[in-house]
């Protein structure tokens, strides 16, 4: 019965012979370099296998199995010579081509099992699916019905460490399938299980070969070989000194059918999910690495940003306290012969110069000023004041608000009267225990001046100790000082649209009328303006040398990646070996920094705006304004930096040849 059996198994591999080999190697010459010294592997060597064959190769170490098992992986090419595998001209392929060859038609079985260990048994065994357009749903399905066959499906979410050897080969089996490769390359796998675990996976390699997969297998057991092969091949220093057909010793009792369906759904959109889902799991499975590394890029980008805010909030609390100031001012001064603003010169402004300017067109309101200084007395209390003499539309072209009593009549400038209007400093400091100031007598120059009024300047509290108080123009010129001309001119226009030529027109008419500009005209938004753009360089420049450190970040970014290429030459060499192509690879760590900063980003956007509630609590002189702009800025220049710093780890990382990442482990 058993001889019958064996008859029909001889038969059935005569039938798929007759087919077109699936590998084809003719007159390939293969050699390797050792300090620049070349040795010599495969000499003009050729060999068929026909589908659905279980072929063997065994031979001395040295003997070239390991060099021919890669160039049948596509993981080494020869220098000459023809290779084909399934139909593909294996030397006119590219690198990612050859990966692709890999992915869908060959399944790998490695001796020491090459699994992730940071990845559970899931996530190992679906790896060659995530560079491929395989549906995840179908592979879901596939990976319970393969770890079902090979009795791991309860140890989906185990890590490999967790596994004995021989779950781990068929762990490794199972990630061999998982993407229905027609060819199965295994090299030594039962090299490192004991006797009982090899005979399971012999068994399982030979349901395999049954379901019609081809298997080319490396041992260095002879009994193992004829034991599984139907067809036994020698080598000897890169010859092959013995190939023949052979029937396996012992019938596969129990067989399992590991005949599955091909996939019937494709997914063109997986791929970038997929890479980002591998990109993810790398970062999470080094926590402490990851965070590390994006400490750099954390510090930069909050350190921007908040030098940016305070920057930003200390321009608009200046602009703030400038338009705090009332209606825009312009005043026109006089000038001394160099050309310098004085009070004691000889007045060029005259009242007359009054009267013409309130008939230009484009001017609402012009009044007379007079300055001077004095001290103020009451009582006991002597203080020093700031004396303005003005005409009644003064306090409206000023923005100053009338806090008590009355403000100056056009009477009471005709009558020269003697009265003043104090700021609210002052009347707290002569009458803070006598109540109100209004009705009462101050004297100025020993002359006494009844209190009409209590106001206040607009803008910043006065902190210089400077009391104000203002006095009709004719009775500070008739009663004080004895002279009539304004030391300036306040101005304000109808509309505050087209502000740089009003101050042009009014300039061009007072220097007509003065036969030479005698004057000079300042407003409170040339001010406003030059503090604006000071404020916005400063904060420039602050910000600048704040980006010094979020530079400093993506070079210390940069520097762990290539650090972490050098780690993990092993598992690029797994992931191209199962399919991964170099630009797989190199997207793999470009997104993988990019990442970094945009986690990063987000943490620093959190810990800045926070600090807008620390800071001005600690320091109430501060404020922070952040601005969705330089958020936006923020997180753009992360991402840069991000991919920037990953393109070089990048391109070494994808350069990596896969047959020398795997002797890493």
């Known amino acids: ?182 060819i199965i390359i295994a090299d030594e796998p039962t090299g490192a299980l004991d006797e009982i675990n090899s005979s399971e996976l012999i068994k399982i390699l030979r349901e395999l070969n049954s379901s019609g997969k081809t298997i080319v297998m490396v041992t260095h057991d002879i009994n193992i070989a004829k034991n599984v092969a139907t067809r036994l091949i020698k080598l000897e220093k890169g010859v092959i000194i013995y190939d023949k057909k052979n029937t396996p010793a012992d019938e596969v009792h129990n067989q399992k059918d590991f005949s599955l369906p091909h996939y019937s759904k494709k997914n063109n959109d997986v791929f970038t999910k997929n890479l980002l889902k591998i990109s993810l799991r790398s970062l999470s499975s080094n926590l402490l690495r990851s965070f590390l590394t994006m400490i750099g890029i954390i510090i930069g980008i909050s350190s921007v940003i908040i030098c940016a805010s305070i920057g930003e909030g200390s321009k608009q609390q200046v602009l703030e306290n400038i338009s705090n100031l009332g209606k825009s001012i312009v005043e026109i001064k006089n000038l001394n012969n160099q050309g310098e603003y004085s009070k004691n010169i000889h007045k060029k402004l005259s009242l007359t110069d009054v009267e013409s300017l309130k008939r230009l067109p484009w001017i609402a309101q012009a009044t007379p000023v007079v300055h001077g200084s004095d001290y103020v007395s009451y009582g006991n209390k002597k203080l020093p004041a700031e004396v303005t003499a003005v005409y009644p539309d003064f306090f409206s072209v000023r923005g100053i608000s009338l806090l008590n009593g009355r403000l100056f009549l056009k009477n009471d400038v005709d009558d020269s009267l003697p009265i003043a209007i104090i700021d609210i400093d002052m009347e707290r400091e002569l009458f803070s225990t006598n109540g109100s100031a209004i009705g009462k007598y101050i004297y100025i120059s020993s002359i006494p001046f009844k209190i009409i009024g209590v106001a206040k300047l607009p803008g910043i509290k006065n902190n210089n100790n400077q009391f104000k108080l203002w006095l009709p123009y004719s009775s500070y010129i008739s009663r004080v000082t004895g002279y009539r001309q304004p030391d300036s001119i306040y101005i304000s226009f109808i509309t505050e649209e087209n502000h740089e030529k009003n101050l042009k027109y009014t300039a061009d008419v007072l220097t007509q009328k003065h036969g030479g500009k005698d004057f000079t005209i300042w407003s409170d938004q040339s001010l406003s303006k030059t503090l604006r753009e000071t404020s916005d360089s400063l904060s420039l420049l602050i910000t600048l040398i704040a980006s010094i450190s979020l530079i400093v970040g993506g070079i210390g970014l940069m520097n762990v990646m290539l650090s972490s290429v050098n780690e993990r030459i092993y598992e690029i060499g797994i992931r191209k070996a199962v399919g991964a192509r170099s630009k797989d690879i190199m997207l793999q760590f470009i997104l993988e920094t990019t990442l970094i900063c945009i986690i990063g980003a987000g943490i620093a956007i959190c810990i800045s705006l926070g600090t807008q509630y620390v800071i001005p609590y600690l320091y109430d ?12 800025l923020s997180c753009f220049f992360s991402i840069l930096i991000g991919l920037c710093a990953g393109v070089f780890p990048a391109i070494k990382a994808s350069r990596i040849h896969p047959s020398l990442a795997l002797v890493k482990q």
């Open 1 to 182: 019965m058993a001889s019958k059996k064996a008859i029909l198994f001889y038969l059935s591999q005569v039938i798929i012979m007759k087919f077109d080999p699936v590998i084809k190697l003719s007159k390939i010459d293969y050699h390797y370099k050792t300090d620049n010294t070349p040795h010599k592997v495969l000499t003009d060597f050729s060999l068929s296998i026909n589908k659905g064959e279980f072929v063997v190769i065994v031979g001395q170490s040295g003997a070239g199995k390991s060099s021919l098992l890669n160039i049948i992986g596509c993981l080494d090419i020869p220098q000459s010579g023809i290779v084909n595998i399934q139909g593909y001209d294996i030397k006119s392929l590219s690198s990612d081509q050859l990966s692709s060859v890999r992915g869908k038609h060959i399944g790998f079985i490695f001796q020491r099992y090459h699994l992730m260990s940071n990845l559970t048994v899931f996530e190992n065994i679906i790896i060659p699916t995530l560079y491929s357009d395989r549906d995840y749903e179908e592979v879901k399905e596939r990976v319970d019905k393969i770890t079902s066959l090979l009795d791991i499906n309860d140890k989906l979410h185990w890590y490999p460490s967790q596994l004995s050897g021989g779950q781990q080969q068929r762990v490794s089996i199972a990630r061999a399938l998982i993407n229905d490769a027609e």
């Open 621 to 632: 002189s501060v404020r922070m304004v952040t601005s969705g702009t330089i958020i936006f």
